[in-house]
T-cell receptor, first 115, second 113 residues
């Protein structure tokens, strides 16, 4: 079944740790996105990619980095986590075909807590 | 620039009440418009969409009409249920060029029995 997956779903770590949030999709989509969702629900685009070896920063400045080595995989890395990184992180993907109407499909999210 | 403004919540309604969540937009080009829903503990799901003026998107009893003259895409449902309790996001995306979705800030809906 075509879908978009995020692991882990929940993560509690200490300050200074390096972490990688995983995102994979089996829909063959070219475009992938990372959003940070604050407790007030607002979504902030932090990274996106339009294909392999393509990455762009989003609207919200973030200390995280991303890579896109394979079409289906778009991991997000924090080199040194801080309490200010505590948030919900949502991954999404979309196709670019003419019949897609630009719909974005979202993963279930990773809730990160940094102590 | 491109932006979406939706009514602030939270919105609390009794079961079977009528729902309206207002959404207006500004866009530098011709956008497609979307409503997404986020249930507790989950990611966002597409609820409905409209790609051109006067189109009506509908799904699960929800409707929204693309009004170019008022730059609006208000979400409505005639009779809400407890299971509709969620956060609703209005969004736009330009039909030309490679641009990500632009989201409103979200409106939390709570439906009580």
């Amino acid at each position: 079944e075509a879908d978009i997956y995020q692991t882990p779903r929940y993560l509690v770590i200490g300050t200074g740790k390096k972490i990688t949030l995983e995102c994979s999709q089996t829909m063959g989509h070219d475009k992938m996105y990372w959003y940070q969702q604050d407790p007030g629900m607002e979504l902030h685009l932090i990274h996106y990619s339009y294909g392999v070896n393509s990455t762009e920063k989003g609207d919200l400045s973030s200390e995280s980095t991303v890579s896109r080595i394979r079409t289906e995989h778009f991991p997000l890395t924090l080199e040194s986590a801080r309490p200010s990184h505590t948030s919900q992180y949502l991954c999404a993907s979309s196709d670019t075909g003419p019949s897609s109407y630009n719909e974005q499909f979202f993963g279930p999210g990773t809730r990160l807590t940094v102590l | 620039g491109n932006s979406v403004t939706q009514m602030e919540g939270p919105v609390t309604l009794s079961e079977e009440a009528f729902l309206t969540i207002n959404c207006t937009y500004t866009a530098t080009g011709y956008p497609s418009l979307f409503w997404y829903v986020q249930y507790p503990g989950e990611g966002l799901q597409l609820l409905l969409k409209a790609t051109k003026a006067d189109d009506k998107g509908s799904n699960k009893g929800f409707e929204a009409t693309y009004r170019k003259e008022t730059t609006s895409f208000h979400l409505e449902k005639g009779s809400v249920q407890v299971s509709d309790s969620a956060v609703y996001f209005c969004a736009l995306r330009l039909n030309s060029g490679n641009t990500p979705l632009v989201f409103g800030k979200g409106t939390r809906l709570s439906v009580i029995a």
